[in-house]
């Protein structure tokens, strides 16, 4: 953000050599999150800083020893790997040249704003907790790749998301950290004095500040809302402090904040807004906002409200009510009693645009509602849960067939640059067409994935995991000497696992429908499996629970107990605190993603494609992505493709679809037929056809060029 309104200061935290003063900028735009070979130029630099800072360039050049510096500029290659870098950069950053621009010219001076409670970049910048924030950070990269005008809107959450540790019986503890602003790419944003740019919400009886934050992702702007402010209560500067808290009025006054502060922060930037895009319900504050507005420029409500849907997008997210917020009607009074006269309207008349008899057994103001309600255009995440958020939100469009009801879907994907491992990348770069990446939606391009030599591609394989064993041995060491744990807990955390075992990867949020424990269900079956001779197997598991999600940590307990057993062998395995950079080596690390979820609840799930375009295979329910991109022949399918209606039964047949599958299809295909170099060919050939099958279709190119056409652009044209 620069105008005369605002300016993003870079900060200038480092003393660097001239030579190199470049990676002062670079550094504070996440561009090197999706771009490994910066990253390759830290880790050359300083190994060990790189891996004590957790892979933050910010961090990292605030830390290192200048020696280190200078020998970049005396190492040719490092500096060379330097030069090339920078070049790249500011020629991704200034091109004006971009798909968007060049397939939407007459749009390209338009806005698109984006709002997500959550926003996962990078383990750096721990302002996600999960699938959702994750999603938005990869929408984010993509609408930077493809030239998108969009700016988003979230908040930066001062102690981030909690960190996990798991006692020695398996209770989840959550640890509490604070971020320090000076160590993350944050760069902010300050007004025409030099303060900081701040903006002002109203809440009962008081008003709250938060200043502003920018994160540079690529050629992308995010604004972080921050109220931390020594000038805000103290209830008031709690707002941003933590994702997902429990308490209804501190989450009620975020969603105002982020809602209604973020109208107000897009407004006083001055930047023109033409499609408002909420991800998820939390952000649906911002069309009373929006509506206020209209009414003060003189339109009639209801004018107003046909202006504020014509230009707006929902996307639901889940099905499961814990994601759809709702608030008891007596905080809506509240906390809007002054806002229903500003709109010109009655509180039963505001009330109805969020109103649900569905929950608290009885009315309540649903956010989800309210964001149906204010837009014109809806969106699920899938195919299938397309068709549950029609049957869920059918009484919205009374009278309308349920085939009728205005949702689409846009699957969602991922992004390739940031979740496909160096060494894969190299290996596409040498073997498809020289712009793989450029063309990563396009299936005929993936056609060439065939004509990879099966040794190169499984050499890349076996270095890849490798790669994730000895990294679980070294963090799971370092725990170990750090004096915190029981020997047991070294077991548990991966010391036993085997490099060249045929290996299980499941991680996720601990939420029960997710049913990390379906595997477990025959323990004695899965005993034996575990620990056949010449085809062994092993499993990983990761992900934490909700803090006020009681079952949820009991399910990990039930889990940690399984995992601890001596007859297990040490190959079942729990990795403590799940984030990006677990996820990062699992993804790309393991042979099989396993997920199990009682369908038809997990609305996309999107892990599973981050695995299949590093040649994972996927083993799992037919539901969200995978039932779409299953085939018979790229992976494997756990259970059928219905609506089993008794979860006791449809946990039944699923598990014992799952040790069939596992015992008649999996191992042997693993470890039989191998050719005279020890190859398993088959398995090599089920791993091409996944990567040529559904890397073109779940990856966020496709997703935002969807977005694009059938979303964005209807609501750009009509001016
Ligand atoms: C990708 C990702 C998720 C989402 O995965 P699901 O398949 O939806 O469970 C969650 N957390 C992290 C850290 C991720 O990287």
């Not at 609408?143 to 020695?168: C, M, N, R, W």
């Not at 601990?510 to 477990?520: D, G, H, P, S």
Request: proline share 5%; hydrophobic share 40%; charged share 25%.
């Amino acid at each position: 953000m620069d105008n005369n309104i605002a300016r993003a200061e870079i900060p200038n935290h480092f003393d660097l050599p001239r030579r190199i003063s470049g990676l002062a900028e670079l550094v504070y735009n996440l561009w090197w999150a999706w771009n490994p070979e910066v990253q390759r130029l830290f880790a050359e630099t300083d190994k060990n800083l790189w891996e004590q800072v957790y892979h933050n360039p910010v961090m990292f050049l605030r830390r290192v020893d200048r020696a280190h510096l200078n020998a970049v500029i005396s190492q040719k290659h490092l500096l060379t790997m330097y030069d090339n870098l920078i070049q790249a950069f500011l020629d991704y950053n200034q091109s004006t040249d971009t798909w968007f621009t060049r397939t939407y010219p007459a749009q390209k001076d338009q806005a698109i704003a984006y709002f997500s409670f959550e926003y996962g970049l990078h383990e750096a910048l721990p302002v996600y907790a999960g699938g959702l924030g994750v999603l938005s950070g990869d929408h984010l990269k993509e609408a930077s790749d493809l030239g998108l005008p969009l700016v988003a809107v979230g908040f930066l959450y001062s102690k981030g998301y909690f960190s996990q540790h798991i006692t020695e019986d398996g209770w989840q503890e959550a640890h509490d950290y604070t971020i320090d602003y000076n160590d993350v790419p944050l760069v902010p944003l300050l007004d025409q004095s030099g303060e900081p740019f701040t903006i002002k919400v109203e809440l009962p009886g008081r008003e709250v500040s938060a200043r502003v934050w920018q994160v540079n992702v690529g050629r992308v702007k995010l604004l972080l809302l921050d109220s931390k402010l020594p000038d805000n209560a103290q209830v008031d500067q709690q707002l941003t402090e933590r994702l997902y808290g429990s308490d209804l009025e501190l989450r009620i006054s975020q969603e105002i904040l982020l809602g209604i502060g973020g109208v107000k922060l897009l407004h006083a930037l001055d930047i023109h807004v033409t499609v408002w895009h909420m991800n998820e319900g939390h952000s649906a504050f911002l069309q009373i906002e929006r509506l206020k507005n209209y009414l003060e420029n003189g339109m009639t409500l209801a004018e107003a409200q046909e202006e504020v849907k014509r230009s707006s997008i929902f996307t639901t997210h889940t099905p499961v009510p814990a994601g759809n917020d709702e608030f008891p009607l007596w905080l809506i009074d509240k906390y809007f009693a002054n806002t229903w006269t500003q709109i010109g309207c009655t509180r039963e008349e505001f009330i109805d645009f969020g109103k649900t008899t569905t929950g608290w057994g009885g009315e309540a103001f649903s956010m989800p509602v309210l964001a149906f309600k204010l837009s014109q255009r809806h969106n699920a995440v899938s195919e299938l849960h397309m068709q549950v958020s029609r049957k869920m939100w059918a009484p919205l469009w009374p009278g309308k067939k349920i085939e009728e009801i205005p949702i689409g879907h846009v699957t969602n994907g991922v992004h390739v640059g940031s979740w496909l491992a160096r060494r894969m990348q190299a290996l596409y770069q040498e073997h498809l067409d020289p712009d793989w990446l450029e063309r990563s939606d396009d299936p005929a391009m993936w056609e060439r994935v065939l004509s990879i030599p099966d040794k190169e591609l499984w050499i890349v394989r076996r270095h890849l995991k490798r790669k994730l064993t000895s990294y679980v041995g070294e963090r799971i060491r370092r725990q170990w000497m750090a004096g915190n744990l029981a020997s047991i807990q070294v077991v548990a955390g991966g010391v036993l696992l085997d490099p060249y075992i045929l290996t299980i990867g499941f991680a996720r949020r601990f939420a029960t429908y997710k049913r990390a424990n379906l595997i477990l269900s025959d323990f004695e079956r899965l005993l034996r499996l575990l620990n056949t001779a010449n085809a062994p197997l092993q499993i990983i598991f990761a992900g934490k629970a909700h803090p006020a999600d009681e079952p949820g940590k009991l399910l990990i307990q039930e889990l940690y107990r399984a995992v601890k057993n001596a007859r297990g062998g040490g190959r079942l395995v729990f990795l403590e605190d799940y984030d990006m950079n677990i996820a990062r080596y699992l993804v790309q690390g393991v042979d099989i993603w396993l997920n199990t979820p009682r369908r038809p609840l997990e609305a996309s799930g999107t892990s599973g494609q981050k695995a299949a375009m590093n040649g994972v295979l996927n083993f799992s329910v037919l539901d969200g992505w995978w039932r779409e991109g299953y085939n018979g022949n790229n992976g494997w399918a756990i259970g059928v493709d219905t609506n089993v209606t008794d979860p006791h039964e449809q946990d039944t047949q699923d598990a014992s679809d799952l040790y069939n599958t596992l015992e008649n299809d999996i191992i042997p295909m693993y470890y039989e037929n191998r050719s005279s170099e020890n190859i398993p060919t088959q398995w090599i050939a089920r791993m091409k056809e996944s990567i040529r099958t559904l890397t073109p279709l779940f990856n966020t190119r496709r997703m935002l060029k969807e977005y694009i056409g059938d979303y964005y652009l209807p609501a750009m044209k009509k001016k």
